[in-house]
C-alpha cells in the first residue's frame, strides 16, 4: 500500500480573514509527518479544530513574510512551549523569521523550552531545503511584492511490490521478503535464482505537491514544478480584477488555471481568496477556462496527492 500523502487546508482567505476563511495556512501529512505551510492568524485553532496535534508538527515552512502567513507563529510556538515540547522544531522560510521569534520570547521574558533550527530560504532559484529518507523539499522563487518563495513536497519512489502468490509458490522465507522489496532477487536452497521480477511488480511511482503561495503569473514555474501531481495556486481575483491582481503582485482564478495546464499538474487547488468575494463557484468557472481538475480549497478538507 502506498504511504499516506494528502494536504489538509487550514486556511484558505488572504489579507481580511472571514468565516470560513482563514489566514492561509496548511499541513502537509507524509506518511505520518507533520509539515505546517504557512502559519496565518487562527492556525492553531484550526489545528486543533481539525485534530491535529500541536506537537506533531517538526517542520514549518513560511513562504513570505506578509501578515497573513506568519500572524499565527508566535501563538503557536507560545504554546507549544507551554504544552512542555522537548522535541526540536525546524523552521524554513525568509531570515527575518528568527527575530519574529526572537522578539517574542525577549519581550515575555520568556525561555523557549525546546530548540529551533532555523533554515533560512533565498527566492533567486530553486534549491533543497529537505531531504529525508522518504521525502525531499524544494524552494522556488514566486513574484510578490517582497520575497516569496513556493514549496515542492517530492516523496521518493516506494518499494516495489511483492506479490503474495510468487512468495508463496516458492516458499520465501520472511525474513528475506524486505531485501527482495528492495530489488534483490531469491536464492533458493539448491542454489537456483528466481529473478526480482517475478516476485515483484513495480512501485508507485514518486509523487509530488507544489505549493504556490502568494505570486503574479509567472510561467517560470514550468520549469520549477513541471509534471507535480497536484498544485495550490493562489487566486486572489476574478478576471474582473485582473487589473488589481497584476497591482499586487497576485494572480487571478484563470492565470491559476493556466499555470496548472502549462505544469502538466493533474489536479488545481485555488486559495487566498480576497475577502471582497463570497461565490467559491466563479473562481472554479474561471480557473477551468484554462484547466479541468480543479476545486476552491475548502478548511478541514484533505486533498490526496497523486
Ligand atoms: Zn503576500
Redesign the pocket.
Known sequence: MSKSFFVLILGSGSAIPKKAKNHTSQVVIHDGKHLLVDCGEGCQIQLRKFGISLQKIDYIFIS?L?G??ILGLPGLIFSMNLLGRERELTIIGPADIRKLVELHFSMAKGHCSFKINFVDTQSKEKELVLEEQDLKVFTYPLR???P?TGFMFVSASEKRKLKPEMLKKYDVPKNLRKGIAEGRDYIQLDGSSVSNAELTSDPAPPRSYAYCS?TAFNPDLQGYIGNADLIYHEASFLNRDAEKARDTRHSTAEQAGEIAALCGAKKLILGHFSSKYDDDDAFVREARAKFKNVEVAIEGQQYDVG
Do not use: A, E, G, L
Open positions: 513570505h506578509h497573513d502567513h510578490h511584492k517582497i516569496t502568494d
